[in-house]
């Protein structure tokens, strides 16, 4: 991808090493923005339309966050009840309609390849919040993000990582997403933990060792000691058949204080895209690793807002302009003090 601006953000394979870095190095300009010690208007009269046919809290709050926070108007739209797609109106034709009311729309829907077609009729850039079990994209550039800080703070960079994904690897798509992103990287080792039918889509896995990278396929927690990141998935229960078939996995992959301590090295930074399913019978992140240093998921989370205004700055061709339209932030804030 040579230029963002105009550019749908549909999936990962639109970019390259360079593309991603481009993202991180717009998102550090980001920092002072997100942390309320200025404000900036570079946006003001653009609007977002925030359409989300799936559930979700930080994805679409975040996206409406970052477009308020570059000083931008959000409309959304949440609930396939609540809107004519419940009526039978086409992905097109909804397209074609909010198209004209926005500058950029992000968008989730439960169906794989959705958000592409909604941007074939679309007028304006399209992000992709996350189509069924297929990909999400913009998680795994915060998720990147996000281990390009951890190890900074290590003194390591990317390149040379070892990374376990654990959970449902076959619905999750954030681990297709993050997995495909990562590969763009050198000498990443995936160690892949999953119950047999859960397992990552060969699609992913051929991507990883194409690229040349180490792939491990695991059912348990051996072999993790010297795994630089766990990355905990939920059970995608609402992708299965029924309530029944997606019980009988909940609660293999638990991860708490005794077995991280049991089976990770005491760097190992524990990753999660939210949410976790904290009922009693999934838990696969308790609450006792809670105020653990290496528990980087609300880290996670505010990246996610810094990578969301470098992609709307860049799509929208202001990343340059930023600073050019700083204000003053006159309340009282602490915000991001630990
Ligand atoms: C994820 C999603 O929606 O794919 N959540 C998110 O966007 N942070 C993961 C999940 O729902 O388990």
């Known amino acids: 991808m040579n230029s963002f601006t105009g550019q749908h953000i549909l999936s990962v394979n639109q970019f390259d ?36 046919f799936e ?38 034709d909804t397209a074609r309609v909010l198209s004209g009311y926005s500058d950029v729309i992000a968008m989730r829907h439960p169906d794989i390849g959705s958000v592409a077609e909604f941007a074939q009729g679309s007028r304006v850039p399209v992000i992709n919040g996350g189509d069924g079990a297929n990909e999400h994209p913009t998680q795994a550039l915060l998720d990147l993000y ?15 990582l070892h990374i376990a994904m654990i959970g449902d690897l076959k619905f999750g798509r954030t681990v297709h997403s993050l997995a495909t992103m990562l590969s763009l990287f050198s000498n990443i080792k995936f160690t892949l933990v999953s119950p047999k039918d859960l397992g990552m889509p060969s699609k992913v896995c051929d991507v990883i060792t194409s690229a040349g990278h180490e792939l491990v396929i695991s059912d348990n927690f051996e ?68 105020i653990h240093p290496n528990l980087a998921i609300f880290r996670q989370t505010d990246n996610g807002v810094l990578v969301r205004m470098a992609l709307f700055a860049l799509i929208l061709g202001v990343a340059h302009k930023v600073q ?15």
């Open 17 to 52: 090493r360079e593309a991603v870095e481009k993202v991180f190095s717009v998102a550090d300009n980001m920092t002072p923005y997100a942390a309320r010690h200025k404000r900036t208007t570079v946006l003001e009269g653009a609007i977002l339309g925030n359409l989300f």
């Open 55 to 92: 559930p979700s809290t930080r994805t679409r709050v975040s996206f409406g966050t970052a477009f308020n926070l570059l000083g931008g108007e959000v409309r959304e739209t949440t609930g396939m009840s609540n809107s004519a797609l419940a009526k039978g109106e086409s992905l097109y």
């Open 146 to 160: 996000t281990i390009a800080k951890e190890r900074q703070s290590f003194g390591q960079p990317i390149d040379g």
């Open 223 to 290: 072999g993790l000691s010297e795994a630089d990141i766990c990355y905990q998935t939920r059970i995608q229960e609402e992708r299965f058949e029924s309530q029944e078939m997606a019980n009988q996995y909940r609660g293999k992959f638990r991860l708490n204080q005794k077995i991280y301590t049991q089976h990770f090295k005491s760097q190992t930074v524990i990753m999660h895209p939210l949410p976790r399913d904290s009922r009693a019978e999934a838990n696969e992140l308790d609450n006792d690793l809670n």
């Open 324 to 338: 050019d339209f700083d204000r003053a932030v006159h309340w009282y804030t602490n915000k991001h003090q630990n």
